[in-house]
Nanobody
Framework: QVQLVESGGGLVQAGGSLRLSCATSGSTFSNYAMGWCRQAPGKEREFVAAISRDTGRRYYAGSVNGRFTISRDNAKNMVYLEMNNLKPEDTAVYYC???????????????WGQGTQVTVSS
């Protein structure tokens, strides 16, 4: 079992930046691939980014590639999502997720946080 708590969401203007953080507890952090997914109003949850257990691999959704960067600190049990050049279509609740292996499918991840709201105004 692993518990995930997101922070760092908020309201930002288009073109701005935000950094999301995810604090983990309850199990050995380095045993899990970590990721971020999001859900916009009226839409299904979608994959955003993921990072492997040893940070050797990173996956990004095409819509965020080049603008978002995922990272992790295994010593601090933390995962981060640096979001730059934000667009109104990035508005969503962002969830920190954990799974046994890295994947670009939201259903692959067994553990989800409660989410943090990101709103990008035009």
């Amino acid at each position: 079992q692993v518990q995930l708590v997101e922070s760092g969401g908020g309201l930002v203007q288009a073109g701005g930046s935000l950094r999301l953080s995810c604090a983990t507890s309850g199990s050995t952090f380095s045993n899990y691939a970590m990721g971020w997914c999001r859900q916009a109003p009226g839409k299904e949850r979608e994959f955003v980014a993921a990072i492997s257990r040893d940070t050797g691999r990173r996956y990004y959704a095409g819509s965020v590639n080049g603008r978002f960067t995922i990272s992790r600190d295994n010593a601090k049990n933390m995962v981060y999502l640096e979001m730059n050049n934000l667009k109104p279509e990035d508005t969503a609740v962002y969830y920190c997720v954990a799974g046994q292996t890295i994947s670009d499918r939201p259903t692959h991840y067994h553990y989800w946080g409660q989410g943090t709201q990101v709103t990008v105004s035009s």
